[in-house]
């Protein structure tokens, strides 16, 4: 068990840029969630995977955003046309099930000039 | 949608101190998480509580499903448990975003 891993750790871009983050939960998990977290803010519900389907986006998912699992293992988060507005700290995490311990990655630190 | 409120916001105290941390929250609940963030972003989950309490090491979490509050509590508090503890709820059923709500998360710092 290697934990949930994300890459980059650090992704600096100019505004209008598309960006990639990858992540790799827990190989048994079934779940994976992303946030997003602001500098002094608790993490914001981006959207969540059981296995490849992606059951549920938050309304802070606007159109410039898309996540995909296709194989129920890693998933992407893109984010087109990148906005100062998007810089923050993207968090994936795992779980076996509904209502079992997170296992949370270290997050993608972005930062949008 | 649940609010969900942390109290304090900031909390010093000295090595060896009792630590509460209160988490209320809105809306009826499906599970509880306690969570620690340490500088650089890692985040931990320390419980997942639905009921009752539990219990790891110096650290012990209760809910009290009726009043919607949840308390974190360190015992003989040590300088490495500075970090930021935040709580986050999963609300009950109804179709909704199965993603946790967070609250803000509280600053320790244990002073030695």
């Known amino acids: 068990d290697t934990g949930v891993s994300q890459n980059p750790r650090h992704k600096i871009t100019k505004r209008g840029q598309n960006v990639t983050f990858r992540c790799d939960p827990i190989?048994?998990?079934?779940?994976l969630y992303w946030y997003r977290q602001t500098l002094g803010q608790g993490p914001e519900f981006l959207t969540y995977?059981?296995?490849?389907?992606?059951?549920?986006k938050s309304r802070l998912l606007s159109d410039r955003f898309s996540a995909e699992r296709p194989k129920g293992s890693f998933s992407t988060l893109e984010i087109q046309r990148t906005e100062q507005g998007d810089s923050a700290m993207y968090l994936c995490?795992?779980?076996?099930?509904?209502?079992?311990?997170?296992?949370f990655g270290s997050g993608t630190q972005l930062s949008v000039l | 949608k649940n609010e969900v409120e942390q109290s304090p916001q900031n909390l010093t105290a000295q090595e060896g101190e009792f630590i509460t941390i209160n988490c209320s929250y809105s809306v009826g609940i499906s599970a509880l998480h306690w969570l620690q963030q340490h500088p650089g972003g890692g985040i931990v989950s320390l419980f997942m509580?639905?009921?009752g309490k539990k219990k790891h090491g110096r650290l012990i979490a209760t809910i009290n499903i009726q009043e919607k509050h949840s308390s974190l509590h360190i015992t003989a508090s040590h300088p490495r448990d500075s970090a930021v503890y935040i709580c986050?709820?999963?609300?009950?059923?109804?179709?909704?975003?199965?993603?946790?709500?967070f609250g803000k998360g509280t600053h320790l710092i244990i002073q030695p």
């Open positions: 995490a795992s779980s076996p099930a509904t209502n079992e311990k997170l296992f």
């Open positions: 509580l639905s009921s």
């Open positions: 995977f059981q296995n490849e389907a992606q059951l549920e």
């Open positions: 190989s048994e998990h079934n779940r």
């Open positions: 986050a709820v999963r609300d009950r059923g109804g179709g909704g975003a199965d993603g946790l709500t």
